[in-house]
């Protein structure tokens, strides 16, 4: 049994072997319709994989990109989404666990912008279900339960209405609908998070034209009260929250829409901001997220450029301070300008792979992550990156006691081993490595990846 185990595991690790040490594989293109603007994942189809939606402005659809389980996909399928669709999400928002669409519509050149329902029959088809009247320019959607009643809301900003709009869950996926003045001009995306510490949800908006951030408070109950505006040094797009200097409070990035910069915003834990960092990206960076990309337990940045059709990769050491890794080039030629980025784990091995949506050229780019980067031994993928015990019990039970294998083989490779075998000889390396006073794990092998 050890010896089948141990050559499966050799299989493998040639089977996933990568080019060269880098953060990413090589890009893959998925076409879409017409003016793709940004992504939504999730499991559509209740098959256990992370499934892709795209929003085409352009084509009045959402493209439909089922996972084949290993992270690829087969030609999207399209669902009618209502007139030029830009924001999309992904959520439960009738309770039946599987997962609905919302997307917003801006008709063009005129009519009423909306927020289209297309609830999910359970196996990945969608149904229309209703359509709630948006102030003008609701271009970004998000969700999340901004009253605490189990329900999952959406919140969206309208730029020409210089507004912040909340969709309450009434159930059964109906809503109350409330708007909120940000006092500022050019209200575009939005973000929610707790600010300034009091348990609830508050909301930030980012204003292009006021080249500022609103701050709206939550008093408890889902009703909100502008509070303040925060200051930024370009024109702000789209603003993200995370704890990037591990003091427990929210602090803020936000991309300079028309610069080549990303600002770091450091929350007091009073909802009191200060600018710390400004970060080089690509030119006119757009709609970035926050997330461990490299798991060592500290969230980073993923930029999309638009005008320079690349993304940028900004890894946090811990403290708040960002370092510039290198991100990739969207392949093929002509307006191929990357709008909107997700990450999620599309093939299982315990890495977040990227998604982009490249707006000028009716494609998505899928990257996947490379699942071992730096150093070996967090060989039970958690996502704190570290190596402690658990990676030991992990590799015994794994090579000796039927376990699973490890999500990535690479980084059970410990000792280094250029043949890419994942054995008994990791284990005692590991053990002295932790407990021993042995030298610690190496670096991840490329040719095993």
Known sequence: MYRTILIAVILACLATAAQGQSMFEEPALYGVQHRPWSAATGDIDGDGDIDVCIANAGDNTVSILSNDGSGLFPPA????????????????????????????????????????????????????????????????????????????????????????????????????????????????????????????????????????????????????????????????????????????????????????????LQNDGLAVFTSVDMITTGTEPEELVASDIDRNGHPDLVVPNFKSHTISVLLNDGSGQMSVEDGFVIPGSGARGPRSVRLADLNSDGSPDVITVNHGANH?????????????GNIDGD?????????????????????????????ANVNGDLNCDVDLSDVIYLVSSLFLGGDPPLECIADCL
């Not at 901004?146 to 210089?162: C, K, M």
């Not at 996502?383 to 690479?410: Q, T, W």
Request: charged residues 15%; aromatic residues 8%; negative net charge.
């Open 77 to 264: 399928t399209q669902i009618p989404a209502g007139p030029n669709p830009h924001g999309i999400v992904l959520v439960d928002l009738d309770a039946d666990s599987d997962l609905d669409l919302a997307v917003t519509n801006i008709p063009y050149p005129s009519g009423p912008d909306a927020i289209t329902i297309l609830l999910n029959d359970g196996a990945g088809v969608f149904n229309f279900h209703g359509e709630y009247v948006a102030n003008d320019d609701a271009v970004y959607l998000i969700s999340d339960d901004i009253n605490e009643d189990g329900l999952p809301d959406l919140v969206f900003a309208s730029t020409q209405a210089n507004t912040v709009t909340v969709m309450t869950n009434t159930g059964g996926a109906m809503f109350d609908t409330t708007s909120y003045a940000t006092e500022a001009v050019g209200a575009h995306g939005v973000v929610c998070a707790d600010f300034d510490g009091d348990d609830d949800l508050d909301i930030v908006s980012a204003n292009f034209e006021s080249r500022n951030l609103s701050l709206l408070l939550n008093d408890g109950t889902g009703a909100f009260t502008f509070d303040s505006h925060i200051p930024v040094q370009n024109k702000p797009t789209i603003p993200v929250a995370a704890d990037f200097n591990a003091d427990g409070h929210q602090d803020i990035a936000a991309n300079h829409w028309d610069g080549t910069q990303v600002e770091i």
């Open 383 to 411: 996502n704190a990156g570290s190596v402690d015990l658990a990676d030991v019990i992990y590799l015994v039970n794994s090579l000796f006691l039927g376990g699973e294998a490890p999500p990535c083989l690479a980084a």
């Open 364 to 376: 998505v780019c899928i990257v996947h992550s490379l699942c071992c980067f730096g150093s070996t």
